[in-house]
């Protein structure tokens, strides 16, 4: 699979779906409460999230512009840093023929894998790395990963279902061998961006930044799954939503959360730093 170097738009994809699905991660607790109302079941489980340091988790489903996906990723939150993998079908923005797309994101700078074609475009490096500060460009790469949207707390979507007007308890699920708890809800970004003035301030940036990226998307209205288990952490969690380029429909299982993760930057040797690329292309005096 070759990942185009050339144009800003197929990499601004990549950092698009980056964002998305790093924006997924969900849930964490330690009391047990078997027979909390679903409201308030759902309410614990977003409280939980704000102890999270590190996650592990798979993802899979569709993206506006890319289609099918699926990957894993490993997350840091404190300092923020993240290594994701994903499979993506031919068609989509960030990759047109499909296939392997791997990111890391550390340090203000996003890597992006591009594979045998950038290597040939690029002598030999196959990584290209993003400098948001270097580049000068923050405001407009932050969409890549960069500190404008990166730096959020990935869990914040999980209080999204505390916006939901009704939200329903399905029943009881085994997700991954683990029984859960599953819960349903429908609202709209209107209704989740009013309910933020009840939120204390560290939640509401993140969930504000949250929502800037639906909005950017052209998501109204998302339909919210998320399952619960009985030490009252999120399992699994699922976002459904029309958007601009196509529909929403992802689902994020978790492996395991607040374990060690490590992410390294690639070898300085397989990466070509588009900064110093953009520099040496500039005509001297």
């Known amino acids: 699979m070759g990942l185009s170097v050339r144009t800003r738009a197929g990499t601004a994809g990549v950092g698009l779906v980056a964002l998305v699905l790093a924006g997924g991660a969900v849930g964490c607790g330690s009391e047990k409460s078997l027979d909390m109302e679903p409201a308030a079941a759902v309410a614990k489980a977003a409280k ?21 996906i699926e990957g894993t990723a490993s997350m840091s939150l404190d300092p ?38 950038a290597a040939e475009e690029l002598d030999g490096k196959s990584w290209i790395k993003f400098d948001m500060a270097a580049l000068g460009a923050d405001d407009e790469l932050s969409q890549l990963g960069g500190a404008g949207q990166a730096d959020q707390n990935p869990t914040s979507e999980a209080g999204f279902l505390t916006g939901a007007k009704d939200v329903e308890e399905v029943g009881t699920e085994t ?8 819960y349903k809800g ?11 003035k009840d ?15 639906y909005e950017d998307m052209g998501v109204d209205q998302l ?13 699994q969690f699922r976002m459904r939503g029309d958007a ?42």
């Open 48 to 68: 939980n999230t704000e102890e999270i340091k590190s996650l592990n988790y798979r993802m899979a489903g569709e993206i506006p512009g890319e289609g099918e």
């Open 80 to 117: 923020v840093a993240m290594s994701m993998k994903m499979e993506l079908a031919p068609g989509g923005t960030s990759a047109p023929e499909g296939g392997e797309v791997e990111i890391r994101l550390l340090d203000n700078a996003m890597f992006v894998n591009g594979g045998e074609q």
């Open 175 to 182: 997700v991954d061998g683990v029984q859960t708890t599953h």
């Open 186 to 196: 429908e609202v709209s970004l209107a209704d989740l961006r009013a309910s933020l």
């Open 199 to 213: 939120e204390d301030e560290k939640t509401r940036e993140a969930r504000e930044k949250s929502l800037e990226q």
């Open 223 to 235: 339909t919210m799954d998320l399952w619960v288990d009985a030490d009252e952490r999120t399992k």
């Open 244 to 285: 601009e380029q196509g529909p929403l429909d992802l689902t994020i299982t978790f492996l395991d959360i607040n374990k060690p993760v490590e992410i390294k930057a690639p070898p300085a040797g397989e990466t070509m730093d588009l900064a110093e690329m953009m520099n040496d292309l500039e005509p001297t005096a």
